[in-house]
């Protein structure tokens, strides 16, 4: 077996024929990797005698052997520091197989993980979008990079993509089998989504005025006065958010109705007396005031703002083997939505417009913060320099007129990513077993953090157990001409036979999916729903918030009017005249400013309750199980 070493720039191409030789001859090498991390080479060379980091030399070198296939590349890197381990004429240096494009070829690999249900804006924070680490919350998987090329892949938490099996190929003493971790036995999940629910609506309420008049039109003896204190438009009236939007009175001349007389034109006759001002004959007479009529339009604005707050909450559990008689472990999770109302808050771009620093813009679907306070020029390219991005525009689930997250469709897209988010810490502990063995390096050659390898051994729970890489190591001793491989293998304790209970049939049928939009909230089915990644839960429809107005867009006037109460019509005034009539009073004028026609509007209060808090509870029924990837509960074969 031959092992070489050549010098070589980033980009150059690895070719057996140019590269099989030896730029520094190898006195031990050891090519190790990790989950998550670069791989790395660890050689002993003979010293040099000069800055290996001298930006004059060659920094990247292909390391490769030939183990009687031909000549394969092993490991290609880049000299990570100064030398180590200087030891007489020797010393070893480090290589790390890191592309100087990494974050590139991560962003690259990020943006195809931006899919439903896995990857949610909601849960992530928005100066981290376009974290790559951000993916992997609701994965069971990890990034993978290449020792041989300029690679990265997503490499799944129990499963490579590659898959090695060793029977009696590897050296017996080295088998170590442990308990490294405590499975968790459930996942206790809160999602938490805070809005400001916020809607401006427009309602006529003419019909409910001319209601409280029993000819059906607004009419009164004091006519004037009611002109004059009639709602202007733009006025606020009441306590609570409200104004008038539009305002219109016009005095019209009802249809003649023969001796029906349904409109009279005048008020009952009264006496009046010689002293009153509107006597001219210094002597009691009879008297009737004009009746007047009116038509009328009144539309009043309104504002309703309600600070809320949903939480959702569910409980995940994982079914797995028995490692150790230990008390159940459940971890408790706060999810909280990130951006809910942010599109509220993000404006266009402008040119010739006075920026001041934090200002956050959207140009071109990109999310940007200013920098530096300054006046915009003609085109974002020029301007692009005082500006910061921060990422893409999210997206913007919630209609701000929505009295309920959760009980929309993208509501619950939301709480199936929780789902695969608590999915995946489950995961994180199922892995609870680690097997170490060590074999010939030409059995593990290829070996990577991507590769599942399943190991048959007598002395093994049933013989035999697979698992997924965690850690390599390949070793070359030039001294002893030792070499081999070194290899930790996570294992899942999943249980075999995952049972699942009887799901009971709903005893409510179904809504359409867009129940939501309809306007007002229906009662949702309860029968059971799956999740496009398998989950089974039970529809929530039915649990609906019970304070607050859920859809104020829908709203009617008979919502909005408590009460219209109407003071001194034009019957009561006739009758008020009559009881005031001479000899009794002197003055009607008086009489009728204390009878004069009032319209007192009561409107239903809009303003906020503070928060208002409402609680859902998802129920599923299944426990979530791991691979089985080892037999616990299975006798080794070692004496069979």
């Not at 469709?409 to 680690?434: K, N, P, S, V």
């Not at 991507?450 to 997924?468: N, V, Y």
Request: net charge positive; glycine share 6%; charged share 25%.
């Amino acid at each position: 077996m031959k092992f070489y070493f050549a010098w070589c720039e980033e980009n150059e191409q690895f070719t057996p024929a140019v590269h099989a030789r030896r730029d520094e001859p190898l006195f031990s090498l050891e090519i190790s990797g990790q989950e998550a991390k670069y791989p790395t080479a660890c050689i002993q060379i003979i010293n040099p005698k000069c800055g290996l980091l001298n930006q004059n030399r060659q920094q990247w070198a292909f390391i490769s052997g030939d183990r009687g296939l031909g000549v394969e590349l092993m490991f290609r890197g880049r000299v990570l520091s100064i030398p180590e381990q200087i030891d007489g004429e020797t010393l070893k240096i480090l290589l790390i197989a890191e592309p100087t494009n990494s974050n590139k070829l991560l962003q690259d690999l990020n943006q195809t993980l931006k899919t439903s249900p896995f990857w949610d804006p909601l849960f992530i924070q928005e100066d981290r979008q376009d974290d790559p680490l951000e993916s992997l919350e609701a994965r069971a998987a990890l990034y993978c990079w290449s020792r041989t090329a300029a690679k990265v892949t997503l490499s799944d938490y129990f499963w490579g993509q590659e898959k090695l099996t060793l029977k009696g190929n590897f050296f017996r003493e080295s088998l170590k089998i442990s308990r490294t971790a405590t499975p968790l036995s459930a996942v206790d999940v809160t999602v938490t989504a805070d809005w400001i629910q916020r809607y401006e609506g427009r309602t006529d309420i003419s019909r409910l005025l001319h209601a409280k008049f029993p000819e059906g039109l607004i009419n009164t003896l004091t006519g004037q006065n009611l002109e004059k204190g009639w709602w202007r438009r733009g006025e606020k009236i009441g306590r609570s958010g409200y104004w008038i939007a539009y305002s219109e009175l016009r005095e019209i001349q009802p249809k003649y109705t023969g001796a029906l007389n349904l409109y009279p034109s005048r008020s009952k006759p009264f006496w009046i007396s010689p002293y009153d001002p509107l006597n001219d004959t210094k002597k009691p007479q009879i008297k009737r005031l004009k009746r007047s009529w009116y038509r009328s339009k009144l539309v009043l604005g309104w504002l309703y703002r309600q600070r809320r707050r949903e939480n959702l909450h569910f409980k995940l559990g994982q079914k797995t083997q028995t490692v150790a008689y230990e008390a159940p472990r459940i971890r408790k999770l706060h999810l909280y939505l990130q951006n809910l109302m942010l599109a509220e808050k993000l404006h266009p771009w402008r040119p010739d417009w006075v920026y001041s620093r934090g200002y956050r813009v959207v140009e071109n679907a990109m999310v940007y913060q200013c920098v530096r306070a300054h006046h915009s020029k003609h085109s974002f390219s020029e301007d692009q320099a005082d500006w910061r991005l921060l990422g893409r525009k999210p997206d913007i689930p919630l209609e701000k007129r929505h009295g309920s997250f959760f009980l929309t469709d993208r509501g619950r897209q939301a709480f199936e990513h929780a789902l695969e988010i608590a999915r995946a810490h489950l995961a994180a502990t199922a892995r609870a077993m680690t097997l170490r063995v060590e074999a010939p390096l030409e059995a593990l050659w290829e070996i990577s953090c991507d590769h599942t390898i399943e190991i048959e051994d007598p002395r093994l729970p049933g013989g035999k157990a697979q698992g997924k890489v965690i850690s390599y190591c390949l070793k070359v001793e030039g001294q002893t001409g030792r070499r081999w491989a070194e290899v930790s293998l996570g294992i899942s304790v999943g249980a075999q036979n995952q049972h699942f209970q009887s799901l009971p049939e709903s005893a409510l049928s179904y809504v359409e999916d867009n129940y939501i939009k309809a306007g007002t909230y229906q009662l949702e089915s309860k029968a059971w729903r799956e999740s496009s990644s398998g989950f089974v839960y039970e529809g929530w429809g039915d649990q609906i918030p019970n304070r607050g107005h859920l859809y104020p867009d829908t709203l009617r006037a008979q919502d909005i009017v408590e009460n219209i109460v109407v003071r001194h019509g034009a019957e009561e005034q006739n009758q008020a005249l009559q009881d005031a009539q001479y000899p009794k009073r002197h003055h009607v004028k008086s009489v009728l400013k204390e009878i004069a026609t009032d319209i007192h509007i009561v409107l239903a209060d809009l303003q906020s309750f503070g928060t208002l808090t409402h609680d859902l509870h998802v129920k599923i029924p299944m426990a979530w199980s791991a691979p089985h990837q080892i037999d616990l509960t299975a006798a080794s074969l070692e004496n069979h």
